[in-house]
């Protein structure tokens, strides 16, 4: 099961900021959160990860709490390429390391 | 660079018969995994490799699936006796290694629909 909850939907204006929120409540110690998006009949795309401290790319900045309980996405300029389902995921430790998809949320951009 | 790439982009077949999907990593990375994704459904785990071998196979949903890996980089997911609850997109990712920092890079996938 997924260890993550987001909105189902979120709208936002193009060329603003979008703030898409995760709720992740159980992680643990080492667990880092990771950020994918899947526009519609592609592969998803990586965004961006993070520990603990907030990090920046150039698609994206991750802002993670201080109790690491929760997460948001801050895509600063958003257009209407921008529009996708977005994955907030906190990766599965062990042998494993695959990724668990939750649902997602589905942001669409508005011109 | 070059991505992940995956062969064929569309597969149409008849139920019963055995279907070969192609995944082609990026170059270097030692981690590949294959995942489902069911039409207006979330992404689900089938399969791990970690060089040749592969730690984790948890996924794979029956024992008519199967896959392999030759060379630290071609991988092949076959499907034998195809059956129409198999339709799905089925969706290859690479990583640099395989830990937590390794992002895993994914191809767009091979659409997979069984008459």
């Known amino acids: 099961d997924a260890k993550t909850t987001q909105p189902p939907s979120m709208d936002c204006a193009e060329g603003r900021a979008a703030n898409l929120p995760c709720n992740h409540s159980?992680?643990?110690?080492?667990?880092?959160v990771y950020w994918y998006r899947q526009i519609h009949s592609q592969g998803p795309q990586y965004i961006i990860h993070g520990l603990k401290n907030n990090v920046t790319n150039e698609m994206a900045s991750l802002i993670i709490t201080e109790d690491r309980k929760s997460s948001t996405l801050i895509l600063p300029h958003a257009t209407l390429r921008d529009t996708a389902v977005y994955y907030c995921i906190v990766r599965v430790g062990g042998a494993t390391n695959k990724l668990i998809f939750g649902t997602g949320t589905l942001l669409a951009v508005q011109p | 660079g070059a991505g992940v790439s995956q062969s064929p982009s569309n597969k149409v077949t008849e139920k019963g018969k055995d279907v070969e999907l192609r995944c082609d990593p990026i170059?270097?990375?030692?981690?590949l995994y294959w995942y489902r994704q069911r039409l207006g459904q979330g992404l689900e785990f089938l399969i791990y490799?970690?060089?040749?071998?592969?730690?984790?196979k948890s996924g794979l949903p029956s024992d008519r699936f199967s896959a392999e890996r030759t060379g630290e980089s071609v991988s092949t997911l076959t499907i034998q006796r195809t059956q129409q609850e198999d339709s799905a997109v089925y969706l290859c990712?690479?990583?640099?290694?395989?830990?937590?920092?390794?992002?895993?890079?994914f191809g767009d996938g091979t659409r997979l629909s069984i008459l």
């Open positions: 170059s270097g990375h030692t981690a």
């Open positions: 159980t992680i643990s110690g080492n667990e880092y």
């Open positions: 990712a690479s990583s640099l290694g395989a830990g937590f920092t390794q992002p895993q890079h």
């Open positions: 490799f970690q060089g040749n071998s592969a730690p984790d």
